[in-house]
């Protein structure tokens, strides 16, 4: 059982940057593989970026070369640095965890989210 709460969210202007933090709580933490996603006002919600337990990342090309994720295990929080930010990346921003993903960007992959922070950017 993993327990995940993400802080960090909050308003900022186009072209600023906000970095959230996913607390993780729970036995097995560094075995799972682990992801943020993001749901916006009226669409579905999509893959950001994913980071296995072997370090392998992989981001969606929305945000490649503005978003790095980043995890660290020993104070069992994940991590999205968010530079250069657009209003298009306004949304709701959950972490997700589990063991063996396969399709990074299915929601369906996961098993455990977190209660998700909004991330507003004005224009």
């Known amino acids: 059982q993993v327990h995940l709460v993400e802080s960090g969210g909050g308003s900022v202007q186009a072209g600023g940057s906000l970095r959230l933090s996913c607390a993780a709580s729970?036995?097995?933490?560094?075995?799972?593989?682990m992801a943020w996603f993001r749901r916006a006002p009226g669409k579905e919600r999509e893959g950001v970026a994913f980071i296995d337990t072997y370090g392998k990342i992989t981001y969606a090309e929305s945000v490649q070369g503005r978003f790095t994720i980043s995890k660290d295990n020993a104070v069992t929080t994940l991590y999205l640095q968010m530079n250069g930010l657009k209003p298009e990346d306004t949304a709701m921003y959950y972490c997700?965890?589990?063991?063996?993903?396969?399709?990074?960007?299915?929601?369906?992959?996961?098993?455990?989210w977190g209660q998700g922070t909004q991330v507003n950017v004005s224009s």
């Open positions: 729970g036995a097995g933490y560094n075995t799972y593989d």
């Open positions: 997700a965890a589990d063991a063996g993903v396969d399709l990074w960007w299915d929601v369906q992959e996961y098993h455990y």
